[in-house]
């Protein structure tokens, strides 16, 4: 089974940035890679992905534009840029992975990923 492990979270102002890292034990190669978000007493929350077999990204609608992610075949890595962060951005971040895609709102649903990252947490002050 796959192994996520996301690190680069911390502490930040509202306004500034961060970039989160998910390093995998295996090829990504065929597969969806996802971050997804969980902010106290909530849900998941779908945040950014990249399509398995092109890499094409879709965003939630809480992030577009001004979350980047891209994804690196050959270091089998993806990242998260977070820029303009605001105070409503606190939460765990946690990378996932899939093999291969479904479609869209399929995709948008944390129950749909079986390989999951131990999180990093994000927290941006007011």
């Known amino acids: 089974q796959m192994q996520l492990v996301e690190s680069g979270g911390g502490l930040v102002q509202a306004g500034g940035s961060l970039r989160l890292s998910c390093a995998a034990s295996q090829r990504i190669t065929g597969y969806t890679m996802a971050w997804f978000r969980q902010a106290p007493g909530k849900g998941r929350e779908f945040v950014a992905r990249a399509r398995w077999h092109d890499g094409g990204l879709y965003y939630g609608d809480s992030v577009k534009g001004r979350f980047a992610m891209s994804r690196d075949t050959a270091k089998n890595t993806v990242t998260l840029q977070m820029n303009n962060l605001k105070y409503e951005d606190t939460a765990v971040y946690y990378c996932?992975?899939?093999?291969?895609?479904?479609?869209?709102?399929?995709?948008?649903?944390?129950?749909?990923?079986?390989?999951w990252g131990q999180g990093t947490q994000v927290t941006v002050s007011s």
């Open positions: 996932a992975a899939k093999f291969g895609g479904e479609g869209a709102f399929v995709m948008a649903q944390s129950e749909t990923y079986k390989n």
